[in-house]
C-alpha cells in the first residue's frame, strides 16, 4: 500500500498549499520576518519551506496584501513583513470561505461514511 500512503502524502500536500496564504495573512497582523514565520508556521503544523514561504511573501506583497520594512538595528538586518488593510479584507473573506468549505467537506463525509 506504498502507493496509497504516497497518494494521501501528495494530496495532502494539494490541501496544504491553499492554507499557506490564509495562515500567513493571520499571522502577520504583527510584523514578523521570513524565518520567524516560517518556524511559527511550522510549528503550527503548517508544513512549508523557505524555496515556498519567501516568494509567496513577495507576491503577496506585489499583490498589495503584504507590506515590508528592512530593520537595520541589529547586526543582521531583516525583512518585516506585515498585512496591509487590503490584506485583512481578503483575510477575512478567505477565513468565511475556509469555514463553509469544513462545513461542507463535514457534511459530505458524514452522509458518505
Same mark, same amino acid.
Given at each position: ?15 496544504? #498549499? ?39 511573501? #513577495? #507576491? ?8 515590508s520594512d528592512w530593520n537595520t538595528d541589529e547586526s543582521r538586518p531583516r525583512k518585516f513583513y506585515r498585512v496591509t488593510p487590503e490584506g485583512s ?25
Amino acid at each position: 500500500m506504498a502507493d496509497a500512503e504516497e497518494l494521501i502524502l501528495s494530496q495532502a500536500q494539494e490541501l496544504r #498549499r491553499g492554507t499557506v496564504v490564509l495562515a500567513c495573512l493571520a499571522l502577520l497582523d504583527a510584523p514578523q520576518y521570513g524565518y520567524a514565520l516560517l518556524v511559527t508556521l511550522n510549528d503550527a503544523g503548517v508544513t512549508v519551506d523557505g524555496n515556498t514561504l519567501y516568494p509567496l511573501l #513577495r #507576491r503577496l506583497e506585489k499583490q498589495g496584501l503584504l507590506t515590508s520594512d528592512w530593520n537595520t538595528d541589529e547586526s543582521r538586518p531583516r525583512k518585516f513583513y506585515r498585512v496591509t488593510p487590503e490584506g485583512s479584507r481578503v483575510r477575512a473573506g478567505l477565513v468565511r470561505e475556509w469555514e463553509d468549505l469544513v462545513v461542507s467537506i463535514a457534511r459530505l463525509t458524514k452522509e458518505n461514511r
